[in-house]
């Protein structure tokens, strides 16, 4: 006779197949109610870190919390810090675990960190807050990227993550300023509950989704974990590429607004404004190229003017009477060239592990970005402040960015001949060239 235990688990058997059916047939198509939902969920989640990222040095620095530059600076860079740390790990747990619920698991981190902000203005609640959130954050991220791939059709992959890379860019573009504005009519505290209840959004946007139920062996789950668990050798020479245009965007963001002052550029933060429109118009359509056409049609193209935005960006002093234009043309060609290059190094890289890998994939192509973003302000800092002036400094720094990703682009090219020739073997072999001398 069957017990209720033994009924109960072929019911759930029975109704995750019904799901997996469901969810197949969803999978089809791109936009299918799974990924609309988790794009959804990750513009809660980008929304209400940007709006916490641009509050916080004011609300550490100010009355209520009374932290000199130099403290407030080392806690905000512990985010970057504990992400950093635990990005390795976050792609093995994304390979092994319920996704789902480790993305809900993550969202609460956030959540705890995020109110913790608020709650206590007692600095070791306030460290702990911030690695709370540090933590979440990489953990969110990197499952997100690996359980949204689950509902993606391969054919479309660069597209498919080149929209929900949009989050990112919507957010940037408009939550900073919204967070403003509810830190100037209601107080910082109140940004900090209210990005809270983003991730209590995210959350519930997450119940309704269907988890796709990938099926592992019991040894896989339990085996020890290894280096290749959370590097993927694989993606390591995409992810050494793009970890230059995070470097870009790392000396950017650190400089902007000085560079703008030793110009004596009024309105300089207009150029992420300018660069947030044109990569909003470039990575859906650089997606698409890139699942047609394959990935060196988009990304080498991408990576040099990437380069030339950046040339341009640190001449833009030379052009009297038209340094804000050329700014913010530097923005946009910054926007175009990595629009189509980073997600589309990243959907390759995601396609070499495998699906049971994209945690993995993921977790490394993000780590890259962590120390080239990380790193970037660092080293810019040394050289401007070893300078004749700080204008020379940010200038050499500029030059420097571009240097590097031009030898990025070159070591993207040799990686092309390297793919070309695993797919071409010697003709007394009976090889043959993949028509596109692309990845598979």
């Known amino acids: 006779?069957?017990?209720?235990?033994?009924?109960?688990?072929?019911?759930?058997?029975?109704?995750?197949?019904?799901?997996?059916?469901?969810?197949?047939?969803?999978?089809?198509?791109?936009?299918?109610?799974?990924?609309?939902?988790?794009?959804?969920?990750?513009?809660?989640?980008?929304?209400?870190?940007?709006?916490?990222?641009?509050?916080?040095?004011?609300?550490?620095?100010?009355?209520?919390?009374?932290?000199?530059?130099?403290?407030?600076?080392?806690?905000?860079?512990?985010?970057?810090?504990?992400?950093?740390?635990?990005?390795?790990?976050?792609?093995?747990?994304?390979?092994?675990?319920?996704?789902?619920?480790?993305?809900?698991?993550?969202?609460?981190?956030?959540?705890?960190?995020?109110?913790?902000?608020?709650?206590?203005?007692?600095?070791?609640?306030?460290?702990?807050?911030?690695?709370?959130?540090?933590?979440?954050?990489?953990?969110?991220?990197?499952?997100l990227i690996s359980l949204v791939t689950q509902y993606i059709p391969q054919s479309r992959l660069g597209e498919g993550l080149g929209y929900f890379g949009l989050a990112n860019v919507i957010a940037s573009?408009?939550?900073?300023?919204?967070?403003?504005?509810?830190a100037e009519q209601l107080g910082m505290e109140k940004v900090f509950?209210?990005?809270?209840?983003?991730?209590?959004?995210?959350?519930?946007?997450?119940?309704?989704?269907?988890?796709?139920?990938?099926?592992?062996?019991v040894t896989q789950k339990t085996s020890p974990v290894r280096i290749k668990d959370m590097v993927v050798v694989e993606a390591l020479g995409y992810t050494c590429v793009s970890s230059t245009l995070s470097f870009s965007n790392g000396i950017v963001t650190a400089y902007l607004i000085p560079y703008g002052a030793e110009l004596g550029v009024a309105n300089i933060s207009l150029y992420f404004t300018f660069n947030a429109l044109a990569m909003f118009l470039s990575r859906p359509l650089a997606g698409k190229l890139m699942d047609k056409k394959g990935l060196y049609v988009v990304a080498l193209p991408g990576m040099m003017l990437t380069a030339i935005s950046m040339v341009l960006f640190a001449v833009a002093g030379r052009f009297t009477g038209g340094v804000f234009a050329v700014?913010?043309?530097?923005?946009?060609?910054?926007?175009?060239?990595?629009?189509?290059?980073?997600?589309?190094?990243?959907?390759?890289?995601?396609?070499?592990?495998g699906k049971e890998r994209s945690g993995s994939a993921t977790s490394t192509f993000y780590l890259g970005g962590d120390i080239g973003q990380g790193i970037a302000p660092m080293i810019a800092g040394v050289i401007v402040g070893s300078a004749a002036t700080p204008l020379?400094?940010?200038?050499?720094?500029?030059?420097?960015?571009?240097?590097?990703?031009?030898?990025?682009?070159?070591?993207?090219?040799?990686?092309?001949?390297?793919?070309?020739?695993?797919?071409?073997?010697?003709?007394?072999?009976?090889?043959?060239?993949?028509?596109k001398g692309n990845l598979p």
């Open 392 to 435: 020379r400094g940010y200038v050499f720094s500029f030059h420097l960015t571009a240097v590097l990703i031009g030898l990025a682009t070159i070591g993207l090219v040799l990686l092309y001949f390297h793919e070309k020739r695993k797919d071409c073997p010697n003709r007394e072999n009976g090889g043959t060239m993949n028509k």
């Open 193 to 217: 509950w209210i990005a809270g209840l983003m991730c209590a959004g995210e959350i519930i946007l997450l119940i309704t989704v269907k988890y796709p139920g990938v099926k592992r062996a």
């Open 173 to 182: 573009a408009t939550a900073p300023g919204f967070g403003a504005i509810l």
């Open 327 to 353: 700014i913010m043309v530097s923005s946009v060609l910054k926007a175009l060239g990595q629009g189509a290059a980073q997600p589309s190094l990243q959907a390759v890289s995601i396609k070499k592990a």
């Open 1 to 143: 006779m069957q017990s209720r235990n033994d009924f109960a688990v072929v019911t759930q058997k029975k109704q995750e197949e019904n799901d997996g059916d469901e969810i197949e047939m969803e999978k089809e198509r791109l936009w299918n109610l799974q990924y609309i939902t988790l794009m959804i969920a990750n513009i809660f989640s980008y929304f209400g870190f940007f709006m916490v990222s641009t509050m916080l040095i004011p609300y550490l620095t100010g009355d209520g919390v009374g932290l000199s530059d130099e403290a407030a600076g080392v806690i905000v860079g512990m985010f970057a810090i504990t992400a950093l740390v635990s990005r390795p790990f976050c792609g093995m747990m994304a390979d092994r675990f319920h996704k789902i619920w480790l993305v809900r698991i993550a969202t609460l981190l956030m959540a705890a960190g995020t109110l913790g902000y608020g709650l206590s203005e007692a600095l070791p609640f306030i460290v702990l807050a911030r690695v709370l959130h540090g933590i979440g954050f990489a953990i969110n991220g990197t499952t």
